[in-house]
């Protein structure tokens, strides 16, 4: 049995069952499908990688555990790929016991009744969970009789989460390998990129190499925004010109064997900042230090949130973007005009990972970093196009910058420190030879 499960195993409750689904194939348009993609928690405790299987956890069989698979189909592999099949769930992935996933929903009642709990998340798998819900009324209907249904269901992500959220060695070692992809990804881009390209032929020199590399793909979309695009938080059109004089900024991540990177970097078109865009570069870089620094064991994620925002409406005075005491304008949350998301998050299978953030019910008391948590660190100022209260020259100018950090016992570890981020760096590395032949 996978060391993951293993561990899920010794924290379930005693006589309880859990009930994990993989995820399913999603239509893109018609008859064709997005690029499948397994469930996070599922992968993390089965390493099976198919769609419309389930997983049936029951600690107190001597046969534990069961995935339910699609089973082999010769016709069905030989339009649509291999499968693992019952005889593969068992033989490479470690399963005690395997049925076809036809088998499902009549078993349902023989694995779930005398147990006393079920962990299973609802509202994820809606097929699956009016499987459960016809179950349990079932079952319950007939009490009187020999049904003896769980009384009590927990969502199995309260302990998948905390599992997630402190990484292994290994997931560590993979966790860098993506972080070093992306982050060559970027100096590519860094190198490459000169003024009348498109947006849409950066991403592609970024994703390419990041495929190239043996990443399965991006761990989200891309964000790559010349001039004022890079105002707008989520911009993924990715489709415009790129001018001489403006800022690109990208934020791009790989996905590698289920584990993702997400590096911001920001970085003048031409190779040269403007001193308007290196006033307020050198205001993110600053704040960005110093809450790297901060992300270590005995800090808070909300302690680091607080602090990001302190430094930054500093910075924002000190632009003249905003005027006031500190104390007032962090009060009236007026940074959020041009600071309006978290410092960080945690990252790993999910580019906005599991775990939670709160250590209580009222959701007050922040988690404190721990050794094994990964978070991104990416402060940003967004200066609208046409804002008038800032200073002409700030005006249309984005940056974020974002580095993946672990931390460790005794500070952190940047996974991401291979890209430059000091503007002079960024500048000498902008004018390499490749670029200035043109190619
Ligand atoms: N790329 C998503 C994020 O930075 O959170
Ligand atoms: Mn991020
Ligand atoms: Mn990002």
Redesign the pocket.
Known sequence: MRKQLKRFIDQMEPNSIAIIPAAHEATRSYDTEYKFRQDSDFMYLTGFPEPDAVAVIDPRSKKPFTLYVRPRDLEMETWFGRREGVEGAVKNYKADKSQPIEKFASDLAKLLDGHDILYYRFALDKPLDRLILRYLSNQRMRRLKTAYPPHTIIDPTVIIGDMRLHKTPDEVELMQKAATISAEAHILAMKKTKPGMNEFQVESLIEAYMREQGASGVA?NS?IGGGDNATILHYVENNRPLKDGDLLLI?A?AEYQGYAA?I?RTFPINGNFTPAQREVYDIVLDVQEKCIDYTKTGNTVKGRQEYSIELLTEGMKKLGLLKGKTEDLIKKKAYMKYYMHGVG?YLGMD??DAGRYFTDQTAKNSRPFAPGMVL?V?PGLYIPPDDRSAPAKYRGIGIRI?DDVLVTKDGNLNLTAKVPKDPDEIEALMQTKSRRAGR
Request: hydrophobic fraction near 15%.
């Open positions: 989200y964000i934020d991540g997400d911001t998050h580019v906005h991104t990416e974002e």
